[in-house]
């Protein structure tokens, strides 16, 4: 298995993968460290769908547009879960609050989900295994992903994960330094913050010219915010909404 240091500190997005099976054992370690996730209140306000079949994978290809959904051994979906509790309460007879409504709610569920993914990154990079996180799968066509993975009311896709045998060792993407990111007692000053973002976006940008593989011109900020105008067309609400989770603020 790989040290912490190569988990935590070498971890790259893995997009091309080896026709190579992950083993049983390998797969029950991953699935046991999604279950031992901690979660809100140890609510667990999240459930997973691993997808092997390749048929499925390919439909889901072809709504998400990225090979590595189809290539992988194993194409994660992470969901937030409120269906469960549901479940429980219809059957002891409890009031169910509709706590998935509420902006609150919805965040405990996001960040359940996204703690389970983060647990299954860890745990498959530990075993030699590539990933890649590929939130295309929340807002591609959210609403015929869950009909193919059969998703009930309460539920929501919150991120797809790719893991496999890597068939490539990408250059090791620059990170924001250590000062923009973890700030001790207080938040840092904007004129001591905006230099070092300058740098970074500059470093960024050294790194997309000059990396193995196919090199872009792009920046950090430009590049980032530009993602960000067109993300920002593709409304989920309508989405949420089929599933019983209705967050829109008034």
Not at 25 to 43: C, F, Q, V
Not at 166 to 186: H, S, Y
Request: hydrophobic share 35%.
């Amino acid at each position: 298995m790989k040290t912490l240091d190569e988990v935590l500190l070498g971890r790259r997005s893995v997009r091309r993968y080896q026709r190579q099976p992950i083993e049983q054992e390998k797969l029950d370690y991953i699935y046991e460290a999604i279950r031992a996730t901690p979660t809100s209140y140890n609510g667990q306000q999240f459930s997973v769908i691993a997808v092997t079949d390749p048929e499925i994978k390919l439909r889901l290809y072809d709504i998400i547009g990225q090979k590595q959904v189809k290539t992988s051994a194993v194409f994660f979906l992470f969901c937030l879960d409120f269906h469960q509790l549901e479940l429980a309460a219809k059957a002891k007879g409890v009031e169910f609050p509709d706590f998935q409504n509420s902006l609150n709610g919805y965040t405990v569920g996001v960040v359940d989900a996204t703690l389970a993914m983060h647990s299954a990154i860890v745990a498959a990079e530990s075993l030699g295994l590539g990933t890649c996180c590929i939130g295309y799968a929340r807002t591609a066509d959210p609403a015929l992903t869950s009909e193919i993975l059969g998703l009930p009311e309460k539920t929501a896709i919150i991120c797809g994960l790719s893991v496999g045998y890597p068939a490539e060792e990408p250059d090791l993407k620059p990170k924001r330094p250590t000062q923009c990111v973890v700030f001790e007692n207080r938040y840092g000053s904007d004129d001591a913050l905006t230099p070092v973002l300058l740098d970074y976006d500059r470093e960024v940008s050294e790194y997309n010219r000059e990396r193995a593989g196919d090199k872009t011109a792009n920046d950090w900020a430009s590049h980032i915010l530009d993602y960000h105008r067109i993300e920002k067309q593709k409304a989920i609400e309508k989405y949420m909404k089929q599933q019983q989770i209705d967050i829109t603020l008034k």
